[in-house]
């Protein structure tokens, strides 16, 4: 029986060899047959959608990825999604990097003057300017812009909600915004309901983009459909399939010089393995090294490409937030104490690689009103054990729970076990729990979340914009989970954006921050990441965005 | 036959209802305001609660299920909070995606895994069983991300053969194919093998044999037509599998597809979103059970002459 099978089962083994080899071939083939490039050649170009050819990429065009896809190209509907807005569209002003600092510049304002009270401010706009649609921008676009953020459901109303009749306008009470007046196509002045000396950072944010009044009455598909999303910006949308890639490619109507940057793909590459190897080769130009592991970066980039490394802080914070309704952190002995117990230098080294600074205070270091002499906690363990001992707590005693979100990156997962352990040193409990996204932001939210570490990033150069956030009011205090009790301060934090004099409001805001760091120890200031991006061998220069978000200007960027 | 077909059919409509009812039920029981994940950090509580009312999520229950289930019978499954888009075209074109991958990673898997377990069978306990079922061994227990991975770095990077991701050429999908058909395919192969081998000990392989048949016949013709049985189930839970969404291998491979819009909802407690891919997979789900039960009956009269 054994030996009449094995007679039979040879022309069957040969047979399936014979096709396991042909289908093996015909893969190798196939595979073979449609590159001509030789393996050593790095010239590959992906089209949009992936597919590999063996032509040279384009003059002109730039290949970039992001690990997540936009939500809307529409600024209205987001709070994060600026790539395209940036690009596409323009602002009145601009905060722009010039000789390494950001400074607010003139875009669409051609010229401004401000009020002693600094109430009204009366603009005078760039005049030949159009659309990519060639409709011309003036003055009532502006207005519309203002307008629209507070009618269409928009998600940005916080700059426009600072005019006169904003609030009317917003509940339906009013059909256009009263504190919005336009003299003429290029003569408009806005006056706000109380001073706010940052009012000019705030109009360069990606929120405050311009938009076509005349086209907006005739399209239905603006900030989805890219045909119906015109701006006055360097660029135009022309494509953006979902999940997958958007393309954006120069606007020969642009008013401002013609950027070197012709063409750039943004495709969207969820696995930073992936986004590292299509870089290495030769098929993404840039590279956001912020969504590599860092391991990666040590070991690959900062060796073999450290001269195509450009470094910008990320001008925002990492911090601890310790919620002042906790049996014990209510104490201000045991926030000093837990302040004094973390080595912040020792982090940034280990878990940073060093690219990260150590901030001391509430405004991050690049922003207007940053204060280098701030002296923040040192790093005393035995000290913040006495303290600790001082006011009657025993090891072991004090308990909370450092609620970390699942989505958090890996170096802040590490972040928290880190804090976790040095807590642990001075004999206080910090238990790190992993909540999913959407349960970690709905109790923090709820003001009852105990502790946790998050990063804010600036969206304008302004210290309002993130003392205001975490304590400009009791509301604010309390859906960050910090509840901050001193009512006094509060009113001081809302009411310092309308301090006219420059000198007084930056002073205001340092006395401030001493005492919410360093009297109150009412949050942990821990440090400021650095931004890495690595330019591949088609990119001269880049100058990122001044706040180091993943977006930028693709006009920032030269190609050789 | 058809009595039974239609009461299956009859079954799977009841269980999409009840499907879509809990799905329904837990999103909202669950902690977390999909609306503050939607509006991101610097959105403030005001915006919030208007965007909560101008998409209906105050109403009661009662009223956004009827709403949902009337708009989901009209094929409108609502627009993604987190795309931005209406649910249904962002799963149209992702499913072309995925049946691409799915079917591509089928082919494979069958083709390899088939051959490779009868291979196996014919010639078990000699080296080309060793040589077979090491590399089905190697299928099943080498992660998908890892096949994933080596595959990229050798034919993208290094031979420079293939695209190292994307979706718009039918080459993108030869190496994702690979990496989440191998796996199935050593599933099958073993499978194959070991029914393969049982079936060749039966009275009636004798027969054939003792009839002058040659092996090859009788392989193919007597003895894997009964191995197919198991297989066949085996074949269609694995394609269901894959059509309802291949998370890893399109997240690696970046292609977009059901799976990686999966994630997106669940990440972003996307309701609209997640309502329509998980009622997307349970309908692929179902619909592979019953594609499997038929072919049961196509491939075995007894199961035929029983329903």
Same mark, same amino acid.
Request: proline share 4%; charged share 20%; aromatic share 10%.
């Given at each position: ?429 910090? #238990? ?96 400021? #990441? ?31 | ?39 991101? =950090? ?159 000990? =039966? ?46 291998? =399109? ?54 002459? =029983?329903?």
């Amino acid at each position: 029986m054994k030996t009449q099978n094995r007679f039979h089962k040879s022309t069957l083994i040969k047979s399936a060899v014979t096709l396991l080899t042909a289908l093996s071939l015909s893969v190798c083939l196939t595979a073979c047959g449609g590159s001509q490039t030789d393996a050593g050649d790095n010239s590959q170009t992906p089209s949009p959608s992936g597919a590999v050819s063996s032509v040279a990429p384009e003059e002109g065009l730039l290949r970039t990825a992001v690990l997540y896809d936009i939500t809307t190209l529409d600024v209205a509907k987001t709070t994060d999604d600026y790539m395209v807005p940036m690009n596409i569209f323009d602002r009145l002003f601009e905060t722009r990097m010039v000789d390494g600092t950001a400074q607010v510049l003139k875009s669409l304002c051609e010229d401004y003057s401000i009020s002693e009270d600094g109430m009204r401010y009366d603009f005078v706009l760039k005049s030949g300017v159009v659309f990519s649609n060639g409709s011309a921008l003036t003055a009532s676009d502006v207005k519309y812009s203002f307008e629209r953020l507070l009618t269409a459901a928009a998600q940005n109303t916080d700059i426009p909600l600072e005019v006169v009749g904003a609030d009317a306008l917003m509940k339906k009470e009013a059909d256009s915004l009263a504190g919005f007046e336009v003299t003429d196509d290029t003569h408009f002045s806005i006056t706000l309901k109380a001073p706010n000396a940052g009012f000019l950072a705030e109009l360069s944010s990606p929120a405050m983009s311009i938009v076509d009044a005349e086209t907006m009455a005739q399209v239905k598909g603006f900030g989805t459909d890219p045909a119906d999303t015109i701006g006055t910006g360097p660029y135009i949308i022309t494509e953006w399939e979902a999940n997958d890639h958007y393309t954006l490619v120069y606007n020969d109507k642009y008013w401002g010089p013609e950027p070197s940057v012709k063409k750039l793909i943004v495709r969207v590459i969820p696995d930073p393995s992936t986004q590292n190897l299509m870089f290495q080769n030769g098929e993404l130009d840039m590279i956001d090294l912020i969504n590599l592991d860092s391991a990666i970066v040590e070991s690959s980039y900062k060796k073999t490409h450290a001269d195509k490394i450009v470094t910008t802080p990320r001008v925002g914070l990492t911090y601890l937030v310790m919620n002042e309704e906790n049996e014990y952190l209510r104490d201000v002995n045991v926030r000093k104490a837990i302040g004094m117990a973390i080595d912040v230098d020792t982090i940034i080294q280990n878990l940073y690689s060093g690219d990260a600074i150590r901030e001391c205070g509430i405004i991050p270091t690049g922003i207007w009103g940053h204060n280098d002499s701030l002296a923040g906690f040192s790093y005393d363990p035995e000290g913040a054990k006495k303290l600790l001992s001082d006011a009657g707590y025993v090891k072991g005693q004090i308990y909370f729970e450092l609620s970390m979100d699942s989505s958090a990156t890996s170096d802040t997962q590490l972040l928290y076990q880190d804090i976790s352990q040095e807590l642990g040193k001075i004999g206080i409990n910090a #238990e790190v729990k992993t909540y999913d996204h959407a349960s970690w932001l709905a109790l923090r939210n709820s003001g009852r979340m105990d502790s946790f570490i998050a990063r804010w990033g600036m969206d304008y150069n302004d210290p309002s914009n993130i003392m205001y956030t975490f304590f400009g009011s009791r509301d604010n205090a309390r859906g960050r989970s910090i509840n901050y009790q001193d009512s006094e301060t509060i009113a001081r934090v809302a009411a310092a954006p309308s301090i006219v004099d420059d000198q007084k409001r930056m002073a205001e805001y340092q006395a401030l921050e001493k005492k919410i760091i360093l009297d109150d120890a009412a949050w942990i200031p821990l440090l400021e #990441e650095l931004h890495l991006y690595c330019m591949g061998d088609r990119v001269e220069s880049f100058i990122p965005q001044w706040a180091g978000f993943s977006d930028f200007y693709a006009a920032d960027v030269t190609l050789k | 036959m058809r009595q039974s077909f239609l009461r299956r059919l009859a079954e799977s409509v009841v269980i999409l209802i009840g499907v879509a009812l809990l799905i329904f039920i837990m999103l909202r029981v669950v902690p977390g305001n999909p609306i503050e994940i939607m509006m991101g =950090e610097h959105a403030n509580q005001s915006t919030v609660d208007r965007m909560t009312a101008e998409l209906g999520l105050d109403k009661p229950i009662y009223v956004q299920f009827f709403r949902y289930i009337t708009g989901a019978l009209r094929g409108d499954f609502g627009t993604s909070y987190s795309l931005g888009k209406p649910v249904s075209s962002l799963m149209r074109s992702a499913f072309g995606n995925t049946l691409k991958l799915s079917v591509s990673a089928a082919v494979f898997a069958w083709v390899i895994g088939i051959l490779c377990g009868v291979l196996s069978a014919v010639r078990a306990g000699g080296p080309a069983d060793h040589i077979f079922m090491g590399f089905s061994l190697m299928g099943v227990s080498m992660p998908v991300f890892m096949t994933a991975m080596v595959l990229q770095f050798f034919f993208g990077y290094y031979l420079h053969w293939l695209p190292i991701s994307g979706s718009g050429s039918w080459r993108n999908f030869i190496l994702p194919a690979i990496a989440l058909g191998w796996n199935s395919a050593g599933a099958i192969s073993r499978l194959t093998r070991s029914t393969l081998l049982d079936v060749l000990q =039966e009275d009636y392989i004798e027969t054939a044999r003792a009839k002058g048949l040659t092996e090859t016949t009788v392989v193919l013709f007597h003895a894997l037509r009964n191995t197919m049985l198991p297989v066949v189930t085996m074949m269609a839970i694995q394609f269901s599998g894959m059509l309802s969404g291949a998370v890893i291998t =399109e997240t690696v491979f970046s292609i977009n597809g059901i799976g990686r819009l999966s994630v997106l909802a669940i990440s972003g407690r996307d309701i609209p979103l997640l309502q329509g891919t998980v009622l997307f997979s349970t309908a692929v789900v179902i619909l592979g059970n019953l594609i499997s039960d038929s072919l049961y009956s196509v491939l075995d009269p007894r199961i035929r002459r =029983e329903a």
